[in-house]
């Protein structure tokens, strides 16, 4: 799985398209350890040409939500398929993450942040 990575203000912003399972989820797991561990706690995740999600997709994102916020950051999910979003509303991933409709509206979001 390609990864497109892109930056708007100190907001990073990465794109997964195709399945998020366990065949790629460790791509995106490596991904968002370097951006962590580079100190670069507020990303956006868009999810707007993801056609699946598996339990190894779902545990990558828990588990660099939690690292991020240990440091005060957050991930904000963008773009979700209805159901993609169905995924996360079943394991109960919706009530943990922010869910915004549009890329924009998730980079917007973290501007009232303080870091």
Same mark, same amino acid.
């Given at each position: 799985?390609?990864?497109?990575?892109?930056?708007?203000? %100190?907001? %990073?912003?990465?794109? =997964?398209s195709g399945r998020l399972d366990a065949y790629c989820a460790n791509d995106v797991? $490596?991904?968002l350890t370097s951006l962590i561990k580079a100190n670069q706690? $507020?990303?956006?995740?868009? =999810?707007?040409?993801?056609e699946y999600i598996s339990s190894s997709g +779902? $545990?990558? =994102?828990?588990?660099? #939500?939690?690292?991020?916020? !240990?440091q005060q950051g957050d991930i904000k999910l963008a773009c979700l398929k209805p159901y993609v979003k169905?995924?996360? %509303?079943?394991?109960?991933?919706?009530? +943990?993450?922010?869910? #915004? %409709?549009?890329? !924009?509206?998730?980079v917007d979001s973290f501007s009232g942040s303080i870091r």
């Open positions: 799985m390609e990864i497109p990575e892109k930056k708007i203000g %100190d907001v %990073d912003i990465i794109s =997964l797991e $490596r991904k706690v $507020r990303i956006v995740v868009n =999810l707007e040409h993801l +779902l $545990r990558v =994102l828990l588990s660099a #939500l939690k690292e991020v916020r !240990k169905e995924v996360f %509303d079943i394991a109960g991933f919706t009530k +943990l993450f922010t869910i #915004l %409709d549009t890329e !924009k509206g998730a």
